[in-house]
């Protein structure tokens, strides 16, 4: 009797987690469309999308990642690809160049950006942490796929490489 209520237990136990944790992770959201204002981050863009599909890990579904980070004197913008699309929930916007998707996270700078009425829906990379049918513990641990990275210093509307 013990043992039919110790695995009722974990039965329920595995069921209780399961749903918790689909219910906590969103895996779909959207971001408002931004429209590029300074022409310097499209030239960038362009030229780090051309060097990549030189590359082995190129292909038409790699996602362009814009990571913005004001300091005390300049901001740091950081320029990254990945397979793998990340919720950080400091995403700003989206926008698209060359048919990809550019994800613009930090805050939001009215010198780069103007934002529209348009929202752009996403699938956000979803891990598969759980307990398979099985009782299998299933553990995924994510693997850092991000590929290029190009570091720039933007002062006065103007981009310099680091």
């Not at 944790?21 to 895996?27: F, L, Y």
């Not at 009425?117 to 956000?124: I, S």
Request: glycine share 2%.
């Amino acid at each position: 009797m013990k043992r039919y209520i110790k695995c009722f237990l974990l039965v329920c136990l595995s069921m209780f987690c399961l749903l918790s944790k689909s219910q906590n992770i969103n895996t779909k959201d959207s971001l408002p469309v931004l429209k590029v204002k300074n022409e310097q981050l499209l030239v960038i863009l362009d030229s780090l999308i051309e060097h990549d599909k030189r590359c082995d890990f190129y292909d038409s579904n790699l996602v362009y990642i814009v990571h913005i980070q004001p300091t005390e004197y300049t901001t740091l913008i950081q320029f990254t690809s990945s397979h793998k699309l990340i919720r950080t929930d400091n995403e700003t916007g989206c926008f698209t160049k060359k048919n990809h998707i550019v994800i613009v996270r930090g805050p939001y700078d009215v010198t780069l950006f103007k934002k529209t009425r348009c929202k752009k829906a996403f699938n956000y990379y979803q891990p598969s942490d759980g307990v398979d049918s099985n009782g299998t513990v299933i553990i995924d641990i994510y693997e850092d796929d991000s590929y290029t990275q190009w570091d720039y210093k933007y002062v006065k509307n103007n981009f310099t490489k680091i």
